[in-house]
């Protein structure tokens, strides 16, 4: 594999997608794929395939196409996934239950391991297993185990204000879905989800 | 504003992130910004932001940059977004909850006006308002009503017979939550959220 210092993020967000698009070929026991007939069942257009697998050193081989398994191995390696992530979530609310409840990020060796809230109604539930905790209670939960990624399903004004205790507290992923773009923070790498964002790009296309 | 059919997707998903920051300084009254000054706050490179924002036909003035209010509406206007959408939505789990509760889709033109589900215990539940119904009773719902968009949050294995179903009866667009990739079917749009890919991209940035 090729250095990967140079690949653009907007190749890396492409990533996944290939992914799940490798696996189903592989659960069908399909092991190779042209960059075309691939292009076809993504939307995505063959060149735009190309182009996005060299940056990563994968060259279809001409007449033969991909290995879909090494590919699929390829990928799932550059983003990290031969490891597993301990995660907790901040704020148990809805999308916190939601993100709980969703069993495939275990299977891709994601596994919630704390659950936090402020609210008092809802410290001491259980949800799969986890009890939810009193914020409270954080920091020294953090200092106790490992943690890998904090999600934080907060509202807006509390968002900054607790990224930067986890960022002190040598977190090193945060993924925020409290509506308020946060950049990184020291050490602390934050990806920001914004559900309208693609609620947009559906409003764009309803009116082509 | 130049034609806008050759703008790419990849361009489009960008869009909302514009919005949001050009937003942030009509609040804060700034008329104007470099490319250089959007650059640093959005953390992109100031070349991508001028290649973006070329696209549709806006380019900034050397010395001057861009004027924020109109930039603001240009983009606005291209995200569909002077209009109200007529929303409902099929599956009142977390995720439909969660969404249920966003009071910021309606500040942006998404109304929801429906809710649905199939679980005798929910049914009759009252949301912000709106009455969760009988999935049986959706086929008539749509008849009377003016529906834009559907928000499927259902289990994987109904969310294709619902989107068809949903195309057949003539909605435009589909938000699907569904975890399973599906496309355009006939005249209806859809848009596949997948959580767990911007997770994958935050594990791609703690192994860089």
């Known amino acids: ?57 994968c060259f279809g081989q001409q007449g033969y196409g991909y290995n879909v398994e ?11 996934l031969f490891r597993t992530y301990n995660l907790i979530i901040i704020g148990a609310g809805n999308i916190g239950q939601a993100l ?4 495939n990020f275990a299977l891709q060796g994601f ?4 659950i936090f809230d402020v609210n008092p109604k809802i410290i001491g539930f259980s949800f799969k297993g ?3 905790r009193d914020m ?3 920091g020294e939960f953090i200092d106790e185990n490992e943690i890998d990624i904090a999600v934080l399903t907060l509202p ?8 930067k205790f986890l960022s002190e507290k040598n977190v ?6 409290s509506n308020l773009d946060i950049q990184d923070i020291k050490n602390t790498k934050i990806e920001n989800v914004h559900l309208s964002d693609s609620l947009m790009t559906l409003s764009y296309k309803l009116n082509e």
Do not use: C, H
Not at 156 to 163: D, F, Q, Y
């Open 1 to 57: 594999m090729e250095n990967n210092k140079q690949i653009s993020i907007a190749v890396i967000r492409r990533l996944p997608r290939y992914l799940r698009y490798l696996k189903e070929l592989l659960d069908k026991d399909i092991e190779r794929i042209s960059s075309k007939e691939l292009s076809i069942s993504m939307n995505i257009t063959a060149s735009q395939i190309r182009q996005d697998l060299n940056n990563f050193g």
């Open 70 to 80: 090494s590919l699929y191995l390829e990928i799932k390696k550059l983003l990290g």
């Open 100 to 103: 709980i409840n969703y069993e």
């Open 111 to 114: 596994r919630i391991i704390g």
């Open 130 to 132: 986890n009890e939810v």
């Open 136 to 138: 409270d209670t954080l």
């Open 156 to 163: 807006k004004s509390k968002t900054l204000e607790v990224a």
């Open 172 to 177: 090193k992923g945060i993924w925020n879905f």
